[in-house]
């Protein structure tokens, strides 16, 4: 039996909603895969595009990046900056090629821990099929 | 057509009158058909000036140094220093008057006007000479260039030897001039993304195996950023230069330093670089296709920031360089931008 691939996510999670978020799934004991490597950032908008390339580039199978929902950035706008920018982002990574599954935002926050749980499982079952990401990998 | 007698009048009566510390304009050096960067101190420099369609480089690159320059000078000169901008190269003063790196009054503009021609694409007109050694390349009537080589003289059209970018290009005429030459009639371009909407009709693995391939080539020379008048960081990702490195750092202190990417001209070192650069780019780029021209391996990155530029107008409504006094692309926002992408 061949053993199932997991993939590796790294989710940019903004201090004051997502990341809230997701320690609100833990410590409300919901079940989600395993799979996600959290990086606490201050706000969404402080996500350079470089965090998500170096991401893909030091071998992640996905990359999220999730923050306040608009309105409710603790920096007041920081979110729709991010927006702007990670919409570039996305549309350049699927140009070059990268399947767009790869690269995903969310808002999540500090009371969605539901939400969290759902969009780590729906990333998940959307990466396994892709297999291992290899395009944007750093050769050995 | 752009009197290049009427250009020479105008330079050398600001230089005169000394209203500028320098122009910088396109010349010729004596043994190429090419037009050269040229930087004219005096009145009598202006003779040296030249107009024809071989003056593709962006001069606004210069105005960078100028910036770093300056800013060692003691005391500095407040004088503008004086430019011959095509349409594109005044869109890159603009992008840069916004990003506030200079102010309007540190630059003089001498517009030229492209009209309905533009620069030839060395590569193209080397395909059409058959291995004759070009003299000179002229504007001729009816969007023709006039090419005279070692074996006579060719009427070519425009449009067969035009280097891409001038094909589409929407600003022929310049945006911000304090002199204007030229026709100000504007071009209207069909479709100035056709070789980007061909891209994406591909699908996602065969773009990818287009692009592999593509910056599988690059050999890191960085032509690209140093041609392009949009890259002044102080110190880019690539080269990482604020590591104190002393007698005592170790070789393995070195090697275990953080960096963002490898120097090393590897295919996935070279995605990475060249994708860094495209978002740099992005709502800032204004299609001169400096880079392009510049490399060495021809890489066509003028697809990667043409692909930014689609995006920005077609997701944000924003057209690079046209308005100083617009926001920068990601430094403003909209509640209406696009959010289908977010969960």
Redesign the interface.
């Known amino acids: 039996m061949t053993e199932e691939f997991e993939p590796t996510i790294i989710a940019f999670l903004c201090k004051w909603c997502s990341s809230a978020g997701s320690d609100l799934a833990g410590v409300s004991r919901m079940e989600y895969p395993p799979n996600v490597t959290p990086i606490q950032v201050m706000c969404s908008g402080s996500v350079s ?2 965090y998500v ?2 991401a893909f ?1 030091r071998g992640a199978d996905g990359v999220l990046v999730s923050g306040c929902h ?1 309105g409710d950035c603790h920096y007041i ?1 920081g979110n ?2 991010a ?3 990670l ?14 599954e790869r690269f ?4 999540v926050s500090a009371a969605e821990g539901q939400k969290y749980t759902r ?1 780590i499982k ?1 990333f998940v079952n959307e990466l396994k099929p892709l297999g291992p990401q290899t ?5 050995p | 057509m752009v009197n290049i007698d009427d250009l020479k009048t105008e330079a050398k009566r600001v230089l005169k009158g000394g209203n500028v510390k320098y122009i910088i304009g396109y010349g010729r050096a004596s043994d190429t058909w090419k037009a050269n960067p040229v930087f004219l101190r005096s009145p009598e420099d202006v003779d040296k000036l030249v107009w024809d369609p071989t003056c593709f480089h962006n001069l606004v690159r210069f105005l960078v140094d100028e910036k770093r320059r300056k800013a060692k000078e003691k005391p500095p000169d407040p004088r503008p220093v004086g430019i011959v901008a095509k349409g594109c190269d005044s869109r890159a003063i603009v992008v840069l008057l916004q990003e506030k790196f200079f102010e309007r009054m540190d630059v003089f503009v001498l517009g030229v006007s492209c009209e309905s021609t533009g620069m030839i694409d060395e590569r193209k007109l080397a395909g059409k000479t058959a291995g004759k050694d070009v003299r000179r390349v002229a504007f001729g009537e009816d969007q023709k260039f006039v090419v005279e080589t070692d074996a006579g003289t060719l009427e070519i059209a425009a449009s067969e030897v035009l280097a891409d970018r001038c094909l589409d290009c929407i600003a022929n005429v310049p945006v911000i001039s304090d002199h204007l030459l030229g026709d100000k009639t504007k071009r209207t371009v069909a479709n100035p993304f056709r070789a980007v909407e061909k891209m994406e009709s591909l699908s996602g693995d065969d773009r990818w195996s287009f692009w592999k391939d593509q910056l599988k080539k690059c050999i890191r020379c960085y032509a690209c950023r140093s041609a392009c008048p949009m890259c002044y960081c102080e110190e880019c990702v690539v080269d990482t230069i604020n590591f104190a490195v002393t007698a005592e750092t170790s070789a393995e202190e070195k090697a275990q330093r953080i960096k963002w990417l490898e120097k090393s001209p590897v295919g996935s070192e070279n995605v990475f670089y060249h994708l860094v650069r495209a978002i740099h780019l992005a709502g800032r780029c204004i299609d001169c296709g400096e880079c392009e021209r510049a490399c060495p391996v021809n890489i066509p990155l003028r697809m990667l920031n043409k692909k930014l530029e689609k995006e920005a107008k077609e997701l944000f409504g924003y057209d690079a360089g046209f308005d100083a006094d617009q926001p920068a692309l990601i430094s403003c926002f909209r509640d209406g931008d696009p959010e289908d992408f977010i969960r």
């Open positions: 595009p470089l390339f170096s580039h608009p706008k729709y900056y927006r702007r920018k919409s570039l982002v996305k549309k350049l990574l699927e140009y070059v090629g990268l399947e767009p995903q935002v969310s808002w969009v729906d395009k944007l990998r750093r050769s």
